[in-house]
């Protein structure tokens, strides 16, 4: 039981790696939150013994009223999981104006609130706390024709170093994952094959394997790794 008795927020919780990793926190003894926008979500919050926010990570009175939501449930927050994300398309000259603020709403602005407001209240309480931010391997090298995309996460990732390290001393720790292509709904079957060839495993990752490193990284076995991005790729950004 890695995480027995803790608090944690995930956003994006509702499906993907976010459901992934609520499912394996819960099942390490955490209780947890789900911010997501689906209301769907609601229904799979309840299935697997979590408790359900509706609201729009890209805006930052919804992130604020989750946080505050958290503490009212369960008097404290000691985790936090910035997973919400979209994928975005285009490359500099093709994507829209739209696409380009959606994507970063969400990608950029959504994890920055989720340490704004978590790490505010994980301060208040005195007591530290671990937040994850989901990165990826295209914040860590460029995907030319993904702008959105790729400037998105290669902002967390530069974001996770900065408010791992100012807050270090206080026993907040912010750490993010950098996953390669991950087998979800949101990969059409007919591409896997052409992902798995990305990947010098020769295949692309789980969610539960994603989920084990962010579970690994909320626990005290993780209290020495602060500002940290994590490869978790198949050793796509090694080569």
């Known amino acids: 039981m890695l995480l027995e008795n803790?608090?944690?927020?995930?956003?994006?919780?509702?499906?993907?790696?976010?459901?992934?990793?609520?499912?394996?926190?819960?099942?390490?003894?955490?209780?947890v939150m789900i911010l997501d926008y689906n209301p769907a979500s609601e229904a799979v919050a309840d299935e697997i013994g979590a408790k359900f926010f509706a609201g729009d990570v890209s805006k930052a009175e919804s992130v604020e009223a989750a946080v505050k939501a958290t503490v009212e449930a369960f008097g404290r927050i000691d985790i936090a999981v910035a997973s919400a994300g979209v994928g975005g398309e285009g490359d500099v000259v093709t994507s829209t104006v739209d696409n380009w603020t959606k994507t970063n709403g969400i990608d950029y602005d959504?994890?920055?609130?989720?340490?704004?407001?978590?790490?505010a209240q994980m301060l208040e309480q005195?007591?530290?706390?671990?937040?994850?931010?989901?990165?990826?391997?295209?914040?860590?090298?460029a995907v030319s024709n993904n702008i959105a995309y790729s400037?998105?996460?290669?902002?967390?990732?530069?974001m996770t170093r900065a408010a791992g390290t100012m807050y270090a001393k206080d026993g907040v720790r912010v750490n993010a994952?950098?996953?390669g292509v991950i087998e979800t709904p949101l990969i059409p079957e007919e591409a896997l094959k052409q992902y798995s060839a990305l990947h010098p495993m020769g295949r692309v990752g789980q969610p539960?394997?994603?989920?084990?490193?962010?579970?690994?990284?909320?626990?005290?076995?993780?209290?020495?790794?602060?500002?940290?991005?994590?490869?978790?790729?198949?050793?796509?950004?090694?080569?």
């Open 6 to 31: 803790k608090v944690a927020l995930i956003t994006g919780g509702g499906s993907g790696l976010g459901l992934a990793t609520a499912k394996t926190f819960i099942a390490e003894g955490a209780k």
């Open 110 to 119: 959504g994890v920055f609130y989720t340490n704004k407001y978590a790490i």
């Open 126 to 141: 005195g007591e530290g706390g671990s937040v994850i931010n989901l990165a990826s391997m295209f914040g860590m090298v």
């Open 151 to 158: 400037a998105s996460k290669g902002g967390v990732v530069n």
């Open 177 to 179: 994952v950098a996953p």
């Open 208 to 239: 539960q394997e994603v989920a084990d490193l962010i579970t690994f990284l909320a626990s005290d076995k993780s209290k020495f790794i602060t500002g940290a991005i994590i490869p978790i790729d198949g050793g796509y950004t090694a080569v």
